[in-house]
């Protein structure tokens, strides 16, 4: 019976193997699901599908596009007025610590980045010499100054008693000269006289006293010459008196000068800053100008080198906001200082010689000062030579 049932169906299958609709259901397993079949009344055409999935992507594209435009316009206009450059650097003042005087280094009291403050004594040099050279200098001037007060003395002594000499000197020379027109008159009236009336010894007695006479004023005008020199002694006197009051002068500033020498033998700091490139031990013997060590300073500032076509509304007093390198996560404030006169090619050992051979135009780079409004925190390590990056705002006054 139940083969007389699958008769009909075998017949029907061959029956109906032509058309194979009819058998795809009998291919599929509950393991395998076949896929969905196409709903009978989808009639939409691959390629016009294609061409709108086209559209859309250029659609979205074209969106992406004005975004980024407009985000970009926002951008530029919102930093319009501004103006940046990473030629930039911290700069700061740089001394070079250099002894003096040579000698022995003594006691050193710094060691590499070592923070000092203006007047600590950074190290000392062996006193002996100069204290001695000192003690030599003081002797001499005590020497001098005795000199030149027993010559001041003796000035004052010549400027007194000389105009006193020559005027005893002239009434010297007066009296003689009367003794001496006295003598001639008694020697011409005894010669008149007659035999009777003088003796001999009158006659030579008066000849005696005549030439006596002329002997004196002789003697009277040849001092009188030596006292008419008064003003040439005053005057000697006194240019020995200036010369040893030089002298004096002279041995003061020798003891000044090894006062001055004595003290070079500590060699202090002259600002407050940090020691760094120290080249010194303790026992060197150092000449003066020797560079021991280097002094960086705490007050900073940064040297920004703008192009020339950035200038043109950067004036001194504008805000900055300075970025530096080192510490990219704080931003820090400044102003600009000033504007350098000049371009930094004109100022460097070798400026450029545009007048000769073929001229190629170079935009030129200006340094500008750019100050911090509050020193940085001493804790972060910020010295000279460190990359920053200023944003200058020219809307700024």
Known sequence: MENEQQQPAENTNAAAAPAQPAAAPQATTPAEPAPAAKPANDKRDPAQTDRRGKKKGKF???GVILVALVAGGLYVFAHRNEENTDDAAIDGHSITVSPQIAGTVLKLNI???????AGDVLMEIDPATYIAKRDHAQAALDAAEAAATAAQSNAETTDISAPSNLDAARANVTAAQANLDKAEADLK???HLSREARSQQDLDQAVANEKSMKSSLEDAEAKLRSAE????????????????????????????QSEIDLAYTKVTAPIDGRITKRSVEQGNFIQPGQALASLVGN????TANFKETQLRHMHAGQKVDIKIDAYPDQTFTGKVDSIQSGTGAFF????????TGNFVKIVQRVPVKITFDEIPDAKLAIGP???VIPTVDTASE
């Open 60 to 62: 979205i594209l074209i």
């Open 111 to 117: 060691s590499d980045n070592q923070e000092v403050k």
């Open 189 to 191: 009236r005894m010669q």
């Open 229 to 256: 020199t008064a003003p040439k002694a005053i005057a000697q006197a006194q240019a020995n008196s200036d010369e040893l009051a030089a002298q004096v002068k002279q041995a003061q500033a020798d003891l000044a």
């Open 299 to 302: 007050d900073v500032w940064v």
């Open 348 to 355: 460097s050992a070798f400026p450029p010689e545009n007048a």
């Open 385 to 387: 030579g460190m990359s």
